[in-house]
């Protein structure tokens, strides 16, 4: 492990909690550039975008519930890792369109024409590609920033719930079959049991 730069006494110009992860070799500015991505994905890609969409699940109040979940789960990854990117020495872009087009993810836009299924598979599709981001700051993190990794990794728990949940609505919907989630319905929307450390379900 390289030697952790020292940090003087008194000494605002850097930080002991970056210099000790940079030690261990983390990249930190990419690190801080890919959260700053996924925020993005998680606040303008799922959280403003999902609610468009379950305002068109109408007709469907358990698709609608279970895209009420996922949307409010990603307002808390992004509650969640905001305040980490500060703590790393980086910051939001002062500009929402540029903080919009900057995710790492493509933004879950109401499908044409706007069915379950169209609506369903692209809820689908979003969850794989933050499955995906988060399991990159996972790799980036792992054995040398436990902060940052026991975050990513809470967020990621979720994630593949919401993967799950969709295959098993599009499937029933689109494909007539039955492939089980597991899913049982959260205690209330938003629920979020790893990324607000609530009691998750185990009866
Ligand atoms: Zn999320
Ligand atoms: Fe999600």
Not at 137 to 142: G, V
């Amino acid at each position: 492990m390289a030697e952790a730069k020292k940090i003087g006494y008194g000494d605002l110009t850097g930080r002991v909690g970056v210099e000790e992860i940079r030690a261990r070799g983390v990249d930190v500015d990419l690190l801080i550039k890919k959260l700053i991505a996924n925020a993005a994905a998680e606040f303008s890609s799922t959280y403003y975008y999902y609610t468009i969409l379950r305002m068109h699940l109408a007709g469907h109040e358990d698709y609608k519930e279970i895209c009420e979940d996922a949307r409010l789960e990603d307002r808390a990854h992004w509650e969640l890792i905001v305040p980490r990117i500060y703590e790393l020495g980086g910051e939001l872009p002062n500009d929402l369109p540029a903080f919009h087009n900057g995710a790492g993810c493509a933004p879950a836009k109401l499908p044409s024409p706007p069915t379950a299924v169209n609506i369903l598979t692209l809820l689908l599709e979003s969850e794989r590609c933050a499955i995906r981001s988060w399991s990159e700051i996972c790799d980036l993190t792992f054995g040398k920033d436990p902060r940052t990794y026991d975050m990513a990794a809470r967020i990621l728990n979720e994630e593949i719930e919401h993967e799950a949940w969709f295959i098993e609505l599009l499937a029933q919907e689109r494909d007539h079959k039955t492939i089980p989630s597991g899913h049982f319905r959260r205690g209330e929307p938003g629920e979020a049991p790893y990324s607000k450390n609530r009691r998750f379900y185990n009866p």
